[in-house]
């Protein structure tokens, strides 16, 4: 590894740092609640436990996250990894209707819905900020060519959605139904935040979205964070109609010329580097 790699690796990004005490806090928040609503405790004491556990596992993330530098990118390392950041917001989501009816308003607020939902939207951004590290560990070499990309989505209609979600998070609130409230607010959180470190939205926040070849890979560069496709997972890059394509199995890198103008261009840059990368493979011993 190179030492700008090893010094990736050794000092996480404080946003990964950040993010990861908010998940464990949310995370642990939702448990010590949860223990505490079996006990039938007063709504004053169960919301004085997920502070608390807030607190404690949002400091002990942040800790673990200096202390462990390598965490970010054995997280980001593999998509199954990230995946598994999600699971911890599961339960709670397919209880909230059980919780709704046995505990208090409150408890089905902030721990079976407020802190599931929380943890699903803390999950993605904490996958996409780890995929990010890696990726900077492992693309430590400048890139041998760099396009302008355009990522797809955003524009009136994702803008519509985000609106909508926050209406009736809003319509819900002013009609005491904080639950629901708590719900769609979290789920035009999501999508705002998922909008926005994908690059779904042209802002002057953020780094501009480029294609670039690296020695090892192709990088996709969005305005927060970044992908990676080694080129040992390309099978084969082809040009379909207006669409660029890397066959990778079942996760296909697709490229269209709305988003990426000089498809061409691409496809002979990434056919010259997989053509280079064989031939180093085949000549090493």
Partial sequence: MSDAS?????????WFRTAFGLYLGVLVAGITASVAATQQVSDAVLAAAFVGGLATGGIL??????????????????????????LPGIP????????????????????????????????????????????????????????????????KVDTFVALAWLFTAFANAAGGNWSAAVVWLLIAVGWIVGGAIEGRWQTSWGADPEIRVHEAGL??????????????EVAHVRLHEDELVLDRGLFDVRLERSELAELEA????????????????????
């Fill in 6 to 14: 090893e010094q990736s690796a050794s000092s996480p990004s404080s």
């Fill in 61 to 86: 993330g942040v800790l673990a996250a200096r202390l462990d530098g390598d965490l970010a990118i054995r997280l980001g390392r593999s998509r199954r990894r990230r995946a598994l950041l999600y």
């Fill in 92 to 155: 709670g989501l397919l209880g909230a209707a059980a919780a709704t009816v046995s505990w208090s308003p409150i408890a089905s607020t902030l721990v079976a819905t407020g802190s599931s939902l929380a943890l699903l939207v803390l999950g993605f951004v904490l996958g996409g900020l780890a995929q990010t590290e890696y990726v900077e560990g492992v693309t430590a070499d400048e890139p041998t060519a760099t396009w302008e990309w355009t990522p797809p989505g955003g524009g």
């Fill in 219 to 232: 990088v996709k560069r969005r305005p927060f964070t970044k992908a990676f496709v080694p080129w040992d």
């Fill in 266 to 285: 691409v496809r002979e840059t990434i056919e010259r580097t997989l053509e280079t990368a064989g031939a180093d493979a085949r000549s090493v011993p």
